[in-house]
């Protein structure tokens, strides 16, 4: 099945600060979603992409789709406290029905 | 969207008995989905909950141990049989919108499972 790598595993940043994470796939993707979730949530969707090249933005939040369509990126600017969560891409292949989901990336906020 | 509810929110559950999930859409969706999520980890499929159906099982997921029911468009179950402790984990309720060609997943709160 399709391999989705999520970097960074964990960032520590100041608030303030700007972030960025990305997740690359061994195959080519249709869609791209970033999530985020709270202790004792579900993840909680904060952009969808459907195009490459696509950009979209949410409140502080941007994310791409890569040309390549096997990357995708998000960027959280001028992070605040609640910003703290783990974050998670996915991605669905071509006539895939189920999503796959990177490790994800746990974001600490210092204020 | 969709809002999804599942229940029950967590269970403290002895070896060897067995639990039944609930998950409610509050609308009609094209596919539902079950995963399960270990402490800290990210989420792996379990199957895809296919209606009127038997569901389809990923690699390392058995029906036996997970019988899943999807009786209608808004509505599954996941099951999870002669737990162990190795049971213990979030299991989690999604469910896919498709419209046109863009489709989007949302999930549930997830069932807190403890197998003692």
């Known amino acids: 099945g399709q391999q989705l790598n999520q970097s960074p595993q964990s960032m520590f940043i100041q608030e303030g600060e700007d972030v960025s994470m990305n997740c690359t796939s061994s195959s080519i993707f249709n869609t791209w979603l970033w999530y985020k979730q709270d202790p004792g949530e579900g993840p909680v969707l904060l952009i969808a992409?459907?195009?490459?090249?696509e950009l979209t933005s949410n409140g502080r939040l941007t994310a791409q789709f890569g040309i390549t369509r096997k990357d995708s990126f998000l960027n959280i600017s001028a992070s605040i406290p609640s910003d703290v969560g783990i974050y998670f891409c996915a991605g669905r292949a071509y006539n895939n029905n189920d999503m796959r989901f990177g490790a994800g990336t746990r974001l600490t906020v210092k204020p | 969207s969709a809002v999804i509810s599942q229940k029950p929110s967590r269970d403290i559950c002895q070896r060897g008995t067995s639990l039944t999930i609930q998950c409610q859409v509050d609308?009609?969706?094209?596919?539902m989905f079950w995963y399960r999520q270990q402490p800290g980890q990210s989420l792996t499929l379990i199957a895809t909950?296919?209606?009127?159906?038997?569901?389809?099982?990923e690699s390392g997921f058995v029906i036996d141990k997970f019988p899943i029911s999807r009786p209608n468009l808004t509505f599954s179950t996941l099951t999870v049989s002669n737990m162990s402790p190795e049971d213990s984990s979030i299991y989690l309720c999604s469910a896919a919108v498709s419209r046109s060609s863009t489709d989007t997943q949302y999930f549930g709160p997830g069932t807190r499972l403890t197998v003692l």
């Open positions: 992409l459907y195009k490459a090249g």
């Open positions: 909950a296919n209606q009127g159906s038997e569901a389809t099982y």
């Open positions: 609308s009609q969706v094209t596919m």
